[in-house]
Each structure stands twice: as structure tokens, then as C-alpha cells.
């Protein structure tokens, strides 16, 4: 975990709760953690040949999709618990309550550090602490990354670099650290006149009321206006090379936490691809091991799982999502009940049957160019007639 004293290079400390205050840190972490929290999550039933059904009636599923205890719901602890994961070196921590039974009760995350870890041999297997008592871990949720350190924790250089620029950025802007210009006075002016000077110029345009006025030097004063140098100048593209390192850090598209220089309409969506499949799709299977370590007794092991929907990424493009389904309805690897499920719809009398609505031949109950309905094999393919051995094989003239 970062302390209040992990110094920089730059000369800034940097620690889990100073980094979120960057914007760039605490949008990557809020885009991650939200993500995977605003999945639909579910616990399945595992049968012998592998199928998986859900388990609605589950003691976790519960817990995972309504209220994880009375003052958490299923979905801030899991937002919780990434955060956690993503900040803090120990990674997310949560504790399990069990009734005398082993019925499941709640799903506790506590404040960081209430749960400590360390390993104590070089098996590098977890002994869990609470308040100094050794938990077992079975009782134990523990999200890890994928390193020892936390992403937080490995960019803390750059996070330090972005903290410097963003202070000084608030000193050129608001206090005034680089002035607009200078009075330049000739030589041997006294002091006295100087002031008068002063005084007169603050009067006009000290308060910032006077921005546009004329200014009227005398005694041979001259105004020579500051320019910002071409360092100065690069000062923006340095801000924004800072916002993609720490992109880079947490493995997630600079597009997605501000950054849209390179983002045009026809890689964004590559981009939001990629950010499933290379930076969520790790946390979700991290989660889903996770969570059924801990939620699931030794006899539940290898029967139940955890799993997060990813389909509901691509609800938001229904168009795309339309025709992935009607493809798969047409090339028969569904049938449209099945597609009519993944919208959340009812299904209907005849949806089971899977056959190509696009060709009259293949639809359910016609036969060839809209004849009687065709013998069909196990597979769906019609069935090649037989010919007739009554039929006189030629015809008397």
C-alpha cells in the first residue's frame, strides 16, 4: 500500500489518495472498476458433460446481485473491491460471514488495511489477519493484479510528473506566475515616482476591470509584453503525453479517459474491443476466481462458478447485436428463441426449430418452392426421395 511518504522523483508523494485526485488516475480506475461492476453477474450450476445453468436461488447470487450486506449493495462491493485492487498493493479485501450452518450472510469489505496479508513461506500461500486473528481462507475475498505492486503504484512516477504540471499549470493560470508584461523605467527615476507609477497602473488594471484600456506611461516608461518561449509552448502536448503513460499503466485506451487526438469513428470501436478483451477480461476472470473461492463450500467447488455477462457490452449498439443474432439464426447455430433470449424476450411457438427464415425451403413446415414439407434427417437436411419400385419405369406410347 502507498504511503503518505512515497516520495518522486519529482519531488511529490504520491499515495492512493492523492493519485485519485489527478483526473487521468481516477478516470482510469472509475472506467475499470464501473465496468466490471456494471456487468450482470450470475452464478451457474456446472453439470458432468459441462453445460451451465443458472442459479438464480444461489445463497451468492443473492448476495452478488441484490444487497452484499445492509449497507452495501452487490454492485458497490464489487466497484469497491476493483478499486482496491487497482490502488493498493494488497489488493481488494473482503471478508465473508457464515452462519453456524455455513449458510452465507453477508460479503464484507472493510476499510484498507483492516485485513492484512503476508506470506509467510515461499509457497507464497496468503495467511489472512483480522485484528491480529488468523482468518481462514475460505472467508477470505481476495482480488489480486497482476504483479505485486498495484498499476497505482507502478506508474506513481508518471502520476508525480502529471501532479507537478497540473500544480503548475494552476500557479500560470491563477496566481500568476508568469506575467503579462513589463513597465520598463529610464534610468535615474526616483523612487517616489516609481510608486506613483505602480499605484497608477494597479488603479487601472489591477482588479482585472480594466482589461482592454488604454495605458498611459510617462517619464519615458515603456510596456514590453511577455511572450511564452517555445518550451512554454509544448506545455499542452507534455500534459497530454502524461494522460496516455498513465493509459499506458492501467492497460486501457487513452480514448477512454479523455484522450481523443487519435480517436476517429472507425477505431473507436476496435479500441473499445480492446479494452475488453486486453484489460477487462483479465479483472473478470480474476473476480469470477475470486469470489467462487470464497463463496462456495468445498462441496460446491466444480459444481457452481461465478460468471459476468459480457454480451451486455454490446447492448448499447443494438444494430450490431441484430445482426450478429440474425446470422447466427440464418447460419442455424441458434435458433430465434435463443436469440429472442439474449434481448430478453419471451419466446414464441416455433422459435425451437432451427432453420434459415431468409430461404422458403428451409422454413418450418415448408417444403420445396412452397410444396408440402419435406422429410428432413436428424441434422435438419431434407431427405433424398426414394424412387418408386410399383412406378413403370417407361411409359407405353
Known sequence: MLGTGAQTHAGVAVSAETALRTPAVAAAVRTISEACASLAVKVVSIAADGTETEAPNHEAAKLLKGDANDWQSGFEFIRSIVVDALCRDQGGLARVTRSSDGRLLEIIRPRPGFINVDYPDDSLQPRYRVNGIV??????????????????????????????????????????ARPGGAVEMPKGIGEDAIKKVIAGWNKTFGDGGGAGRTAFLYDGATFKQMTLSSVDAQFQQLRLFQLQEI?????????????????????SAEMQRQFLQLCLEPWLRALESALGRALFTKEEKGKFAVRFDRDDFTNVDLTARATAINSLVASRVINPNTGRAWLDLPPYDGGEEYA?????????????????????????????????????????P
Open 135 to 176: 482468518q481462514p481462507a475460505s472467508d477470505i475475498i481476495h482480488l489480486r493484479g497482476t504483479f505485486d505492486k498495484a498499476p497505482l503504484t507502478l506508474c506513481r512516477e508518471a502520476i508525480g510528473v502529471a501532479v507537478v504540471m497540473e500544480r503548475h499549470a494552476s500557479q500560470l493560470f491563477g496566481r500568476g
Open 247 to 267: 493509459a499506458r499503466a492501467f492497460n486501457i485506451p487513452a480514448s477512454l479517459i479523455g484522450d481523443l487526438t487519435r480517436a476517429t469513428w472507425s477505431n
Open 356 to 396: 434459415n427464415p431468409n430461404t422458403g425451403a428451409s422454413q418450418p413446415g415448408v417444403g420445396h418452392n412452397g410444396g408440402p414439407p419435406l422429410d428432413r434427417d436428424e441434422g435438419g437436411n431434407p431427405k433424398t426421395p426414394k424412387p418408386d419400385d410399383d412406378k413403370d419405369q417407361t411409359d407405353e
